[in-house]
């Protein structure tokens, strides 16, 4: 069983709501005729597209196309648009809300063959790529040059596509999400147009900020096919902690205090006592099934051991236990293999179960109140759902193991993150933290946002009249 | 004599252009029996909400209104738009493009008695002020919290004029512009109605960025009523320095070393030579009249003095005088007075003349060649024309000093400042790192951004299809 998505179809539901089949046959002809064996409507590549890793059901997309430059990106929404066909635009497939679905048909454009670094700057720190690059092939590019690109969102996931969402992960509290790393794109509009929205300096306050409007657009604007991004220099020195709590409250209570006194610690992450327990099932580790925080500090060698010892006196002050911190590469490793571990020995909880990841993000302050009250919720609905948070920012996910058979179990995880969605609204938070708005989260976006959503539909309607881009996506049904 | 600025007129040229004035007379007439005597048409407080500091005309509103709330803000919009009267927000008027110029005539409205701090949230590092505060009020107001607001763009700006203007200045090298220092606004569109972007949280993935468009939009789009601000800790320990070098070359050579080598600086600072001769004059001074870094380091007293020691090792490296460091607030002052006194200093270098602000911003590498080239492009004019830079940004400002009644040397400083705009995007860079597009850098935005800017006004006619907002400001005319 799975959840429906016709909250997601702008044009009405169902299959009835698909554009025309003569001027889908069409541009399928065409787009054959221009790309040979690099456009497909084999059903397995066409099925490979629309893969969900939650209960969204997927929806294929009429053909998936492998474009090699951004002339061949213009070329396929060119063609698309004079046919109204949806274009869809994927890359490593690993969004969580449904945004590589094909709710209304149409074609999906596969940019994995567009992946390459066009150039480095090393001294003014930034480099340009093409969106299919994955953030660690990029790492490994540029790795001789002493610099590297920080955000990690977990996934090997593209760069077009992580700056499409939003993305953010482990290091956001020290060097910011997609928003901030990204300086510049170019893209192919609605129409086939093809933009850059800033040159390469710094700063600019010349004009509307078209850079940050498509970065979490989702592909509903525009196609994404350069990206000019900041990068970093790698630290001298690398140091890793951790400290277990009694209790959630303290836990967070130490990360206020941390981020409070300014200490630019690097990485932040919260496990809850399911998460240590199942990281201890899987990894055969012995850390005290309670509230655990993993931290990274980034730096110089004084920096980074002033940098432990502030915030071990401060795990101390919220009766943290002893706080153990190393700057051995082999001891760091397995110190963070329990992060990393985090999401499939999150399974060793319930075998052969399926998980529904979802996330929200809170002020700090709320934090504590939010994962409590949704460990407690969950636990009220019979679901076993480990948490891990990205505490520095407010930030935390919640991968529900239900039965994907059972309409109860589905029912019930429905719910849940309804009501996780809205709780973290009623916190000043938001439904969602990096994930994207998607399909999945489509019907909370008013709730959070109120009128100011009927004004991103004007822009919506403004930049893409035809509604080609990505349809379906993060704008609710008229 | 002074420019014209038929450039920004998108209804025509001249007064022809203006609204109706039966309209007007109209509008102003709800505007007084709603505001009383918070409404006046009286020509000085009118010629006092388009003063520019440059050669850009004045152009007065017909009336000026002083609203104490959101809702009478919106008050004044919705009669407005139902007129199709201009309204032209306005807070300090110390833009510098003729931001808060009313070329079509209409409302200007004063926000500087919405000016309270609404909410502190010091755990979550955030407060929540009215756009009429200034940068200084609103540090003064909160500094018991032991917290600051990092922006620093020289005047003492209002917060929402800065953030329209997406301000930023000396710090923004270490805590961003105010890009990245806004977390939501509120803001009256043009409608009337009354949005909010965002929540509290630190990040979201939730829908089209809507606070980044606000920003820097100049009040084209919505009048900013309310801002979420991030804060700051303020710093233990803060250090200053200075360093003098032979040529640009060598001072631009040792900003980059310090950026690439991750010295997470607060500012750093350049003085061109005629900038630290006129402040010698001005102050009494004798610092070697060869360009200067000034720098300031924020942090733990043990990280300052780390971070001052790498930097002075840097600065040798690149034949940088001996470097002088101090965390005496007396002696840090001293050595900013410089840095602070440089505007009102460069009048040293030609008494009773008039400065034409510009500013430009490059990727750092191209920093020395481009103030070189523009130091011998002002003397090949017979401008006299210092700099001042955040160097650390690529981001500098000159200031030629002319005789406003000298046609010869207004039309020679014309074709300087475009001269500038057009080799800084030549360079890769944009022709304003802060100061806005507003009427004065409107010919240069397509230059720079070329088919992106169809797309700016796309947006712009999908908000505001009346134009009623800011006319004639940023979106080149039709």
Same mark, same amino acid.
């Given at each position: 069983? *799975?959840?429906?998505?016709?909250?997601g179809?702008?044009?009405?539901?169902?299959?009835?709501?698909?554009?025309?089949?003569?001027?889908?046959?069409t541009?399928?002809?065409?787009?054959?005729?221009?790309?040979?064996?690099?456009f497909t409507?084999?059903?397995?590549?066409?099925?490979?597209?629309c893969?969900?890793?939650t209960?969204?059901?997927?929806?294929?997309?009429?053909?998936v196309v492998?474009?090699?430059?951004?002339?061949?990106?213009?070329?396929?929404?060119?063609?698309?648009?004079?046919?109204?066909?949806?274009?869809?635009?994927?890359?490593?497939g690993?969004?969580?809300?449904? $945004?590589?679905?094909a709710? #209304?048909?149409g074609?999906?454009?596969?940019?994995?063959r567009?992946?390459?670094?066009?150039?480095v700057?090393e001294?003014?720190?930034?480099?340009?790529?093409? !969106?299919?690059? /994955?953030?660690?092939a990029?790492?490994?590019?540029?790795?001789?040059?002493?610099l590297?690109?920080?955000?990690? !969102?977990?996934?090997?996931?593209s760069?077009?596509?992580?700056a499409?969402t939003?993305a953010?992960?482990?290091?956001a509290v020290?060097?910011? /999400?997609?928003?901030?790393?990204?300086?510049?794109?170019?893209?192919?509009m609605p129409n086939?147009?093809?933009?850059r929205t800033? $040159?390469r300096?710094?700063?600019?306050?010349?004009?509307y900020?078209?850079t940050?409007?498509?970065?979490?657009?989702?592909g509903?604007l525009?196609?994404?096919?350069?990206? /000019?991004?900041?990068?970093?220099?790698?630290p001298?020195?690398?140091?890793?902690a951790?400290?277990?709590? *009694?209790?959630?409250?303290?836990?967070c209570?130490?990360?206020?205090?941390?981020?409070?006194?300014?200490?630019?610690?690097?990485?932040?992450?919260?496990?809850?006592? #399911?998460? =240590?327990?199942?990281?201890? *099932?899987?990894s055969?580790?012995?850390?005290?099934?309670?509230?655990?925080?993993?931290?990274?500090?980034?730096?110089?060698?004084a920096?980074?051991?002033e940098?432990?010892?502030?915030?071990?006196?401060i795990m101390r002050?919220?009766?943290?236990?002893?706080f153990?911190?190393t700057?051995?590469?082999e001891?760091?490793s397995?110190?963070?293999q329990?992060?990393?571990?985090?999401?499939?020995a *999150?399974f060793?909880?319930?075998?052969?179960?399926?998980?529904?990841a979802?996330?929200?993000?809170?002020?700090i302050s709320?934090l504590?109140?939010?994962?409590?009250?949704?460990?407690e919720?969950?636990?009220?609905?019979?679901?076993?759902?480990?948490? =891990?948070?990205h505490?520095?920012?407010g930030?935390?996910?919640?991968?529900?193991?239900?039965d994907?058979?059972? !309409?109860?179990?589905?029912a019930?995880?429905?719910?849940?993150?309804?009501?996780l969605?809205e709780h973290?609204?009623d916190m000043?938070g938001t439904?969602?933290?990096?994930?994207?708005?998607?399909q999945?989260?489509?019907?909370y976006?008013e709730?959070?946002?109120?009128?100011?959503?009927?004004?991103?539909?004007?822009?919506k309607?403004?930049?893409?009249?035809l509604?080609?881009?990505?349809?379906?996506?993060?704008?609710?049904?008229?």
């Amino acid at each position: 069983m *799975s959840i429906g998505t016709s909250g997601g179809l702008r044009m009405g539901g169902g299959q009835e709501s698909r554009q025309d089949e003569d001027n889908t046959a069409t541009v399928c002809g065409i787009l054959r005729q221009r790309f040979g064996d690099r456009f497909t409507t084999g059903e397995s590549v066409r099925s490979q597209h629309c893969h969900t890793t939650t209960l969204i059901s997927p929806q294929l997309p009429d053909g998936v196309v492998f474009p090699h430059s951004v002339e061949e990106v213009a070329d396929v929404v060119l063609t698309c648009s004079k046919f109204r066909v949806p274009v869809i635009p994927f890359g490593t497939g690993t969004s969580l809300e449904g $945004q590589v679905n094909a709710p #209304l048909g149409g074609i999906s454009v596969n940019l994995l063959r567009m992946n390459q670094v066009l150039r480095v700057n090393e001294e003014d720190l930034d480099c340009i790529v093409q !969106p299919g690059i /994955t953030r660690k092939a990029l790492n490994e590019s540029i790795r001789d040059t002493g610099l590297f690109f920080a955000i990690d !969102p977990g996934a090997d996931a593209s760069l077009g596509g992580m700056a499409s969402t939003r993305a953010s992960g482990t290091n956001a509290v020290r060097y910011g /999400t997609m928003r901030d790393n990204v300086i510049a794109v170019q893209a192919v509009m609605p129409n086939g147009e093809i933009i850059r929205t800033a $040159q390469r300096a710094r700063k600019t306050s010349a004009g509307y900020d078209l850079t940050r409007l498509l970065i979490g657009a989702e592909g509903t604007l525009g196609i994404i096919t350069e990206l /000019t991004l900041r990068l970093h220099g790698i630290p001298e020195s690398i140091a890793s902690a951790s400290c277990s709590f *009694s209790n959630i409250f303290n836990a967070c209570a130490a990360v206020i205090d941390t981020i409070q006194f300014g200490i630019p610690v690097a990485r932040i992450e919260l496990l809850d006592e #399911l998460t =240590v327990k199942a990281v201890n *099932s899987h990894s055969g580790l012995t850390l005290p099934e309670s509230p655990l925080l993993l931290l990274e500090f980034h730096g110089t060698e004084a920096s980074v051991s002033e940098q432990s010892a502030a915030c071990g006196e401060i795990m101390r002050d919220h009766d943290g236990s002893e706080f153990q911190w190393t700057v051995k590469p082999e001891e760091r490793s397995k110190l963070w293999q329990a992060r990393h571990d985090a999401y499939w020995a *999150s399974f060793e909880l319930r075998r052969g179960a399926k998980g529904i990841a979802t996330d929200v993000c809170v002020p700090i302050s709320r934090l504590a109140d939010c994962v409590s009250a949704a460990q407690e919720k969950a636990k009220s609905m019979g679901l076993i759902a480990p948490i =891990v948070g990205h505490a520095g920012d407010g930030n935390f996910h919640m991968l529900p193991l239900i039965d994907p058979d059972d !309409p109860e179990e589905v029912a019930a995880v429905c719910s849940f993150v309804e009501w996780l969605a809205e709780h973290a609204v009623d916190m000043d938070g938001t439904c969602t933290g990096e994930h994207g708005i998607g399909q999945g989260k489509m019907k909370y976006l008013e709730r959070e946002l109120g009128a100011a959503v009927g004004w991103m539909t004007a822009v919506k309607n403004a930049i893409d009249p035809l509604d080609i881009m990505n349809p379906g996506k993060i704008i609710p049904p008229a």
